[in-house]
């Protein structure tokens, strides 16, 4: 008999009752997230620290706190629109018109009241950039209403005015509690991830299992460079700060559910995915009442086993990982820096054209053959590390995979220019696909979204020609 492949083993007989049960539902959240060619979209997150006009912290709590310019911003928006949790008004979610589409957008609290505008998902990186831009003008208008006159926010990967982590507060929400107990028992730099550092993040579309495989190693592979390219944390702890502090603190959080996901260069299934979530202590467990638990030393296995879950019970428990990339029912990229909306932009427009790209692997294993001949094959995880310690130790004097960062760079610059520019093939389900009926950011033809696509990639390049990255304009 042949050997199996990974494909044959999508089934575990020994796997029954509600844990089965509840596996093949997990699996079901992430494959009802294949869309047609034509309707996959494209989304970010950005998390920002409002700084008050000396440029301290403004907290949660207070008259003149982060929850008054929520309790503000509440008096504009619908009842249905606000979203509170444990008793406390912590965001809101409501539509915004963009020349085009809806713009789907939330506002949220991250641990420290750090403020994530969430946009999307959407058709084009252009409408996704005037639906934050607009939040963003409004916000502007609110903080003197609420005492924060001559308050802003700020893109920074790592809080610049914090040099004792412990000293900033919680907000209110009892899930931060729980992972704040639980995770500094677990890594050196949990309160610094929790309470000072603020992300980018990019939510791409796939359109089966295998083509999130694709996206997913991709990323992983690439992850390394992108944390380099946004790395946006100039300062840790009050002090100047080494390269890449905000990807160094994320090594030192917890293994067990941070970093690569075993597997994730080998053709990762979505049941390898959920299986891999299911070995992970979810440190706390939100049911469909909305009650918050500790689960203490259980693992997610654990609590799958005990009942048939609803969908929102899972969804938390697949929130409860933190890996380089997660899956949500979408691929989420979690590598990059807080940027400024623009170049949060540019970002999306960057990593979509690349990841949204079916050849990706061959196009750069072609460009870099006279370092990489045998392209990607034969690398593992511990390459992946490799390449982020060189990163981290060297920037742009690193070698990543054998290739000097700055050749990989300008191969993926030019890469992600010739996909928005010209559609160039393999962006869809055959070389004979339109490049407009695939991608948000990979499309033939003119137009005020292509061409705001093809600013943001250049403005990029440009940088990066410089050997500049976005810590050094501080």
């Known amino acids: 008999m042949p050997a199996s492949t990974r494909s044959d083993q999508t089934r575990i007989p020994t796997f029954t009752g509600a844990f089965r049960q509840n596996l093949d539902a997990m699996v079901g959240i992430l494959a009802r997230g294949e869309k047609d060619p034509a309707g996959k979209r494209i989304g970010f997150e ?15 709590a207070g008259e003149h706190g982060v929850s008054a310019l929520l309790e503000k911003l509440a008096e504009d928006r619908a009842e249905d629109e606000l979203v509170y949790i444990d008793g406390h008004l912590l965001g809101m979610t409501f539509d915004v018109p963009t020349d085009g589409e809806d713009v789907t957008v939330a506002i949220s609290l991250e641990p420290a009241a750090q403020l994530e505008v969430s946009a999307g998902p959407a058709h084009t990186v252009k409408a996704l950039y005037d639906a934050v831009h607009a939040v963003d003008e409004w916000i502007e208008t609110t903080l003197p209403a609420a005492g924060l006159a001559g308050a802003h926010l700020v893109a920074i990967g790592y809080d610049p005015a914090v040099s004792a982590p412990e000293e900033l507060m919680l907000i209110p929400k009892e899930r931060y509690a729980d992972m704040d107990a639980y995770l500094s028992r677990r890594g050196r730099y949990a309160r610094d991830m929790m309470r000072c550092t603020a992300s980018t993040q990019v939510s791409l579309d796939y359109e089966s299992e295998e083509d999130c495989q694709r996206i997913y190693r991709m990323a992983t592979y690439l992850g390394p460079l992108f944390a380099f390219l946004f790395d946006n944390s100039p300062v840790f702890r009050g002090e100047q700060g080494r390269g890449m502090a905000r990807s160094r603190i994320w090594r030192h959080v917890d293994v067990d559910r941070c970093g690569i996901v075993p597997g994730s260069l080998e053709g990762l299934s979505f049941e390898d995915y959920v299986l891999w979530v299911s070995s992970v202590k979810p440190i706390l467990f939100t049911d469909a009442a909305h009650t918050t638990t500790s689960t203490g030393n259980l693992y997610t296995r654990d609590i799958m086993s005990e009942r048939p879950l609803e969908k929102s019970e899972l969804q938390h428990l697949l929130s409860m990982v933190f890996p380089n990339v997660r899956l949500k029912g979408f691929v989420e990229l979690r590598e990059m820096d807080s940027l400024s909306p623009r170049l949060a ?7 979509g054209a690349l990841l949204y790209d079916r050849c990706l692997e061959a196009k750069l294993a072609d460009r870099l053959s006279a370092w990489m001949p045998q392209g990607f094959a034969g690398m593992d995880e511990n390459d992946c590390v490799a390449a982020r310690l060189a990163l981290h130790e060297r920037g742009w004097s690193a070698r990543v995979y054998g290739v000097l960062a700055t050749d990989f760079v300008d191969a993926l610059a030019d890469i992600a ?24 950011v990979v499309r033939e033809g003119a137009g005020a979204a292509n ?8 403005l990029l390049r440009d940088m990066w020609k410089k050997r500049r990255l976005p810590r050094d304009d501080w």
Do not use: K, Q
Not at 46 to 60: Q, S
Not at 417 to 427: D, Q
């Open 46 to 60: 950005l998390e920002r620290i409002l700084l008050t006009a000396e440029g301290e912290p403004v907290p949660f």
């Open 345 to 351: 932009a540019a970002c999306t427009s960057f990593t």
């Open 451 to 458: 061409d705001f696509d093809l600013e943001g990639i250049e």
């Open 417 to 440: 220019l010739e996909n928005v520019f010209g559609g160039h093939g393999c962006t869809g389900v055959g070389s004979d696909a339109p490049a407009s009926v695939t991608v948000p």
